[in-house]
């Protein structure tokens, strides 16, 4: 049985990540705790709204409520990367070469490792903004759609139009998709290459959590009383194919996904606490975590693949050991 050692924090947990060896928990509230010889803590934003790893660089990336960009580093520095004044930093993404991405209003914004911002404006209030895994380009997740930009280079953006409300974005690990949550319960997703859509609904709520598989074969997402879990392995995507459905439990929602570093396993999160793991091969289960105070809204593996940091709404955190 894999053992849990809890940290109980009060608050909503927006990332738990491992940098390094250390586990990390931003909070709702600003302060980023971290497991590293006994509990530590740092008060970084006032207000923390988004928080992302951003693996090249071993850091955390989050974005606050002040209107402040910061880097968090594990030994618990915290240094900052940008400001938009009196705006909320509503996304933060991490790119190549020590670029980040953050949306503020109508505005998103890209700041190069020198220091270099460039901004771009749009009409509607930047909901998400993503990096794409090869070359210097973000995704933008917009009202009606997205946007694709090119920061490095001037040019006109690729306009990715579809009707609704589009609040996250994830690019395929291979480039070759990209997939937005909407505010209705579907996911929306293009095929690059010629711009063909894929629409993915059948949720009875929205889906508040995506998770790549490793190569990026599959895409598992939240919202549903099972992880729903598409398949990508066909040069159209998903279209015309059932997704698996793993880990149904039928009075509980699914709130949180995070996919194995590399096996076809996800470790899944519900609204009462519970997380399990679950393969895809053949829905297999094996029980992490019992229930516990509140929804899991957090989750990551390490780089040994033998734990998993997870933190939830209601600040129940911790780490599970799944080699134990």
């Known amino acids: 049985m894999p053992t849990v050692a809890p940290l109980d924090l009060s608050g909503h947990c927006v990332a738990a990540v491992f940098l390094g060896n250390v586990p990390h928990f931003a909070l709702a509230d600003g302060s980023i705790h971290r497991l590293d010889n006994g509990h530590k803590t740092e008060q970084v934003h006032d207000g923390l709204l988004a928080a992302v790893l951003d693996p090249a660089g ?57 220091g270099k ?58 480039g070759n998709f990209l997939v937005t949550t909407m505010q209705e319960n579907a996911l929306h997703g293009w095929k690059l290459a010629d711009g063909k859509h894929m629409r993915m ?45 793993l880990g149904t439990r039928g009075n509980t929602m699914v709130t949180c996904v995070a996919c194995h570093p590399s096996q076809d396993v996800v470790a899944i999160g519900y609204e009462d606490g519970m997380v399990i793991a679950a393969r895809f091969a053949d829905a297999k289960e094996v029980l992490l975590r019992r229930p516990g105070k509140g929804a899991i809204t957090a989750m ?7 734990r998993i940091a997870f933190g939830s709404a209601a600040g129940d955190c911790g780490v599970i050991d799944i080699t134990a």
Do not use: C
Request: charged residues 20%.
């Open 58 to 114: 071993n850091r955390l990336i989050t974005g606050g409520e002040d209107g402040k960009v910061f880097a968090v580093t594990a030994g618990g520095s915290a240094q900052e990367l940008a400001s938009a004044g009196r705006k909320w930093i509503t996304s933060v993404a991490a790119g190549p070469q020590g670029a980040i991405a953050y949306g503020s209003g109508k505005t998103a914004f890209v700041r190069f490792a020198d």
């Open 201 to 245: 609904s059948g949720y009875p709520a929205k889906v508040k959590s995506l998770s790549w598989a490793a190569k990026g074969k599959w895409l598992a997402s939240a919202g549903a009383p099972a992880a729903i879990v598409w398949p990508f392995q066909a040069k159209d995507g998903p279209m015309g194919k059932a997704p698996l459905e």
């Open 117 to 174: 911002v460039k901004d771009f404006q749009h009409p509607r209030s930047v909901e998400g903004v993503a990096f794409a895994p090869k070359g210097m380009r973000i995704g933008v997740a917009r009202y009606n759609g997205a946007t694709l930009h090119f920061p490095a280079a001037e040019g006109k953006p690729v306009e990715l139009e579809w009707a609704g409300a589009h609040t996250g974005i994830s690019f395929s690990p291979d």
């Open 300 to 306: 990551m593996w390490d780089k040994a693949e033998q």
